[in-house]
Each structure stands twice: as C-alpha cells, then as structure tokens.
C-alpha cells in the first residue's frame, strides 16, 4: 500500500512540473521583482498562455518569445495596440484588460520572455 501511495504522489508531482506556469519575473538590484512585470506575468498566464505557450514558444498562437515579439513590435505602443484590439484569430482585450494590465503583459513578454 505504501508503494502505491509513494508512486501515486511522485507522479502527481510530475505532472505538476509539467503544468509550468510562464517564466518568473526577474530579481532587481533591491532583490525584489517589477511589479509592472509581476503584474504582466500573472496576466500572461492567465490571458495569453494558453495560445502562445507558457514561455512565448507559440503554439495555437505565434511565438513571442526569443526576441520574436521586439522584431515583429519594434514600436512598443504597436504591441499595446494588437494586444487591445485584437488582429487575425487574436482577440481585443480592450473590454477585458485594464491599460495598465495591457502594458504589463505587454513589457513582461517584450522583457522577460524575449
């Protein structure tokens, strides 16, 4: 029995290695992390995940990370804007996010995931 209890709990967190959340946030010089990109992160994950992979590897949507989203963005407020409004199969968050969750989530992926 305790077999099989020991082999059901390792799997258990097995899995919940593999059910990552996005990238974390980086530590400033005062040992603390960006709340803008704090923010960002918990926006990304719950918004944008999904599509775009846990680490902006892509998926159902294109990639955004490996500097991909800065190519195709060079213009920050450009991103902020697709982001808002939505183009091709990517929904407007406008009605859904706050300006200040969409230049999070927008500065996490250019900064964190790039």
Do not use: W
């Not at 005062?30 to 599509?51: F, I, K, N, Q």
């Not at 989203?69 to 060079?74: H, L, R």
Request: glycine fraction near 14%; hydrophobic fraction near 40%; charge should be negative.
């Amino acid at each position: 029995m305790y077999r099989i209890v020991s082999g059901l709990l390792a799997v258990g967190l097995m899995l919940g290695a593999c059910a990552s959340e996005p990238p974390e946030v980086p530590l400033g010089p005062d040992g603390l992390p960006d709340l803008v990109l704090a923010t960002g992160r918990g926006v990304y994950g719950e918004h944008c995940a999904s599509c775009h992979g846990r680490s902006g590897g892509g998926g159902q949507g294109p990639q955004l990370n490996a500097g991909v989203v800065i190519a195709n963005y060079p213009n920050i407020s450009d991103q902020v804007a697709v982001i808002a409004d939505g183009s091709g199969s990517m929904p407007s968050f406008a009605k859904r996010l706050s300006q200040a969750d969409l230049e999070a989530v927008t500065r996490y992926t250019r900064e964190v995931l790039s």
